[in-house]
């Protein structure tokens, strides 16, 4: 009897925390498929995807009339550290401490707009890995992180802070990660995989956003690069290169690393290489409308606003000359430029630059995942975590509907319908 009345307590307990999901269709992203199926979630995880799914009297019920269920998207460069409203030296009075409040607010933006895993690239003092520790262990809501820590670069590069003069800077409190040879390099990797980073960020060109810095020109050489890859890989650690000139793009992709960032001056012979060394790119084709918008008002330098003049028209003719040979192309926005949850705002721009719908769907699920190493995101189907997306209607149709994304889920919780 006792045994008896074990076994009813154990199999109500384990299914109260079913859930299932009765949308119009679920998009299998790998063959772009629409499904007239239900999906079955327990314990945050995905157990069953089909149709007339049998459930007990404890499951959860959610109808979603006229919803497409696609999986929870992802984004492979963010920064969710800091104020938006404010750049250049107009955030320099900002602490760490007040940047990373408001990451905490930029996390639960970004997830509520439907991203659910998302990828730091480069925060400062390792505010990354606080903001992923509390939204594991559940005390803020955010989509799940992988964090670099702050990023590698060279003195005076795009990696570094560059808005002081001489006279008002300590050189003898440069941080670890502004290193200039090879076994610093290898040292600033053990250092940031000592506090928590998940994968390492490195500059390898100068940038539009930092001051005094050259687009064109390489930061770091490539036994620079080479040893950070190999030191980073050597742990099991992944390495996003930002690129935008030519020659860095090149020393990287061939020192190894897994992706590159923003990708601007990339020729044809050079995606070729990518796609031979299984190169990931990150290309962020919306921003530069934002830079040019709202950039001034904002307080970004003069001088970066001339370069993006260049760099976004560049970005986004390489960007559809890589789509059209067959680069492997992430979805990767550099949101934190602009307002976290506008990330979806570049759909629409990778369908007019070349991707078809379901291309720019599975940069950011499937191409993402493989990214990140992490093999249970990405996919509505059995065994995967239940991150999932609803849009109202088909968005191989309209991709524009990834803007407004009508329900939510991370790991079988709702956070909006
Ligand atoms: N963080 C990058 C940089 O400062 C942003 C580049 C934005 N422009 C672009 N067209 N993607 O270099």
Redesign the pocket.
């Known amino acids: 009897m006792l045994r008896f009345l074990g076994l009813i307590l154990l199999s109500s307990s384990l299914f109260a925390n079913d859930i299932l999901l009765q949308p119009k269709s679920v998009l299998d992203v790998v063959s772009g498929k629409l499904m007239s199926s239900d999906v079955l979630i327990r314990d945050g995880k995905i157990v069953k995807v089909g149709p007339n799914i049998k459930t007990s009297q404890d499951t959860q019920v959610i109808q979603l009339k006229d919803v497409v269920l696609i999986p929870g998207l992802m984004d492979s460069h963010v920064h969710l550290i800091g104020d938006t409203s404010k750049k250049g030296y107009a955030s320099i009075g900002n602490s760490t401490y007040f940047s990373t409040i408001h990451g905490v607010k930029n996390a639960y933006e970004t997830l509520s707009s439907g991203f659910t895993t998302v990828r730091m690239v480069g925060a400062p003092e390792f505010a990354d890995v606080a903001l992923k520790q509390a939204i594991d262990e559940g005390t803020v809501k955010g989509p799940r992180l992988l964090v670099s820590g702050p990023p590698l670069g060279i003195s005076g590069g ?1 990696c570094d802070s560059n808005l002081f003069p001489y006279s008002k800077t300590a050189l003898e409190n440069t941080p670890h990660q502004i290193v200039d040879n090879p076994w610093d390099a290898r040292k600033a990797v053990r250092i940031n995989r000592k506090f928590g980073a998940d994968l390492i960020k490195f500059c390898a060109t100068g ?4 001051k005094n810095t050259d ?1 064109n020109a390489k930061q770091f050489t490539y036994e620079e690069m080479e040893a950070i890859v190999s030191e980073a890989h050597n742990h099991g650690m992944k390495v996003a290169a ?1 690129a ?1 000139g030519l020659e860095g793009i090149k020393t990287a992709i061939r020192a190894g690393v897994d992706s590159i960032e ?1 990708s ?1 001056f990339i020729d044809y012979e050079t995606i070729q290489l990518a796609i031979e060394k299984g190169t990931y790119l990150s290309m ?2 919306y ?2 409308d934002y ?1 040019l918008g709202e950039g001034a008002k904002k307080g970004i330098l003069e001088e ?1 606003l001339e370069k ?1 003049r260049t ?2 028209k560049i ?1 986004r003719m390489n960007f559809k000359q890589a789509v059209e040979a067959g680069a492997k192309i992430t979805f990767g926005t ?1 949101a934190g ?1 602009f307002p976290h949850g506008e990330n979806k705002k570049q759909f629409k721009y990778m369908v007019e630059w070349g991707m078809t719908p379901l291309q720019a769907i599975q940069a950011a699920t499937i191409n993402t995942a493989e990214l990140f190493g992490v093999n249970d995101i990405g996919r509505i189907e059995e065994g995967y975590v239940a991150d999932i997306v609803g849009t109202n209607g088909n968005p191989l149709d309209d991709i524009t509907l990834l803007e407004s994304v009508i329900f939510v889920m991370k790991e079988g919780e709702i956070i909006l319908q």
């Open positions: 795009h940038g539009v956003m930092s687009v930002h935008h923003h601007s962020d084709i921003v530069s830079i970066s993006e760099v976004g970005q550099d430029i």
